[in-house]
């Protein structure tokens, strides 16, 4: 693992919160200690302009997106809101949405969880499932209510790694592994440009890459941030992430000096 001053910097975008009668930004620990465990530094943004965003990824070598308990507005997909009583997070999708589309532009490393999976692929123009559970032949992919952490982060189901892509060339030999399962919107229509990578049992579309984008990128509908340093899959991914953070840095910046 590089030494903390040499690591690169990795984009941790807050979601928006109300404590009280005060407005707060705020970041999950565990998404935090992923990206050091990816061996970077985790950088974590409030809510930004979009004037900012290329300010912001001027100072980056890749971005992590969150998962959070807020849906993406179904309006950026051309749908109502079908659950009232589920949260939104407008003022995240309203920085977030145009900062994946530059990422991707760039073809900066880019690592997404659930949520921030979700807002990838509507980003780039595909739509969601507002409450899969309620879609014919799809399971149920929620946690158990009001489960303990423990409980709702635990194996749920299996998923099947789509042959010939990022994520089966990060797991050789290993096709099927088992995952968690804490999420009740999910990918309906894929965007152009981004290539299944695993999927679940009922066949709903787990894992994803951006195959339009130059550089890495690896979008997981479940969380691989939960216990990552003991899971082996995640460890993987992780590495990898940090391996192409790494090298976008030492390719825009130059490598650190001995």
């Excluded at 959070?68 to 949260?87: D, I």
């Amino acid at each position: 693992m590089n030494a903390p001053a040499s690591r690169p910097i990795v984009l941790v975008p807050a979601c928006n919160r109300m404590l009280g009668e005060h407005p707060f930004h705020i970041a999950g620990k565990k998404y935090v200690d992923a990206v050091r465990l990816a061996g970077c530094t985790p950088l974590v943004v409030p809510a930004a302009e979009p004037a900012e965003i290329n300010a912001l990824l001027d100072l980056a070598d890749g971005v992590l997106l969150t998962g959070s308990p807020s849906n993406v507005h179904p309006s950026h997909f051309g749908e109502a809101v079908h659950n009232p009583a589920l949260p939104l997070d407008p003022a995240r999708d309203a920085w977030t949405l145009p900062l994946i589309r530059a990422v991707v532009a760039r073809g900066m490393p880019l690592f997404a969880i659930c949520r921030g999976t979700q807002e990838t692929n509507v980003a780039l123009g595909g739509s969601l499932h507002q409450a899969v559970q309620e879609v014919p032949g799809h399971d149920d992919h929620r946690a158990p209510e009001g489960a303990p952490a423990v409980v709702a982060y635990g194996p749920a189901h299996a998923v099947e790694v789509v042959p010939g892509g990022l994520l089966a060339g990060l797991l050789p030999g290993q096709p099927r592994f088992v995952v968690n399962s804490v999420h009740g919107q999910a990918v309906h229509r894929l965007a152009e440009g981004l290539r299944v990578e695993a999927r679940a049992p009922d066949g709903l579309i787990e894992a994803f890459s951006v195959a339009a984008s130059p550089g890495f990128s690896l979008c997981l509908q479940w969380h691989p941030e939960w216990q990552a340093a003991d899971n082996p899959v995640s460890r993987a991914m992780l590495d990898a992430f940090g391996r192409a953070c790494q090298q976008w840095r030492d390719r825009h910046r130059g490598p650190e000096p001995c």
